[in-house]
């Protein structure tokens, strides 16, 4: 998870010839946000309830170094692709995990849905950050791509 910090800092660093500084704190947070939902979500398998359940024990971190040292989790990893050019930003970002259903998800932020006041900001977030959102059929890889404006 501290690695998810650091490397949506490096990655951000990068575009800031091509955006404002609100910009590019916005995508280096989207970045952070995706990268830890494939941690936890993808790879972890962490489900909503038992994430809300540790949050509300004050035990999370422990229950997350646990699930990392699970023999069935320990060796999956998380892969980041990108294009940064004068036209376009893209971000490939694919976990070992099951997938999820993102249809659903997506379709349940457009009713009163307070749970999500709790989780899944950081998708919403993305959503409204990037040009484009789209998960594969499967829900384990993301492509998100913003337009660059020529300056």
């Given at each position: 998870i501290a690695h998810?910090?650091?490397?949506?800092?490096?990655?951000?660093?990068?575009i800031t010839r091509y955006f404002n500084t609100s910009t590019v704190n916005t995508v280096?947070?989207?970045i952070r946000e995706i990268?830890?939902?494939a941690i936890e979500h993808g790879n972890l398998e962490i489900s909503f309830h038992e994430k809300t359940d540790a949050i509300e024990n004050n035990d999370y971190m422990e229950f997350l170094l646990a699930r990392?040292?699970?023999?069935?989790y320990a060796g999956r990893s998380v892969k980041i692709d990108y294009l940064i050019n004068k036209k376009?930003?893209?971000?490939?970002?694919?976990?070992d995990g099951p997938g999820f259903d993102h249809k659903k998800f997506f379709a349940?932020?457009?009713?009163?849905?307070?749970?999500?006041?709790?989780?899944?900001?950081?998708?919403?977030?993305?959503r409204n950050a990037f040009d484009t959102?789209?998960?594969?059929?499967?829900?384990?890889?993301?492509?998100?791509?913003?337009?660059?404006?020529?300056?």
């Open positions: 998810a910090e650091i490397l949506s800092q490096k990655l951000s660093e990068r280096r947070i989207c990268l830890i939902n990392q040292k699970d023999l069935k376009i930003l893209m971000f490939r970002i694919t976990d349940q932020t457009t009713t009163s849905n307070t749970s999500m006041l709790e989780h899944g900001r950081g998708l919403i977030m993305t959102v789209v998960f594969n059929d499967k829900g384990n890889q993301v492509i998100l791509t913003k337009h660059i404006a020529h300056v």
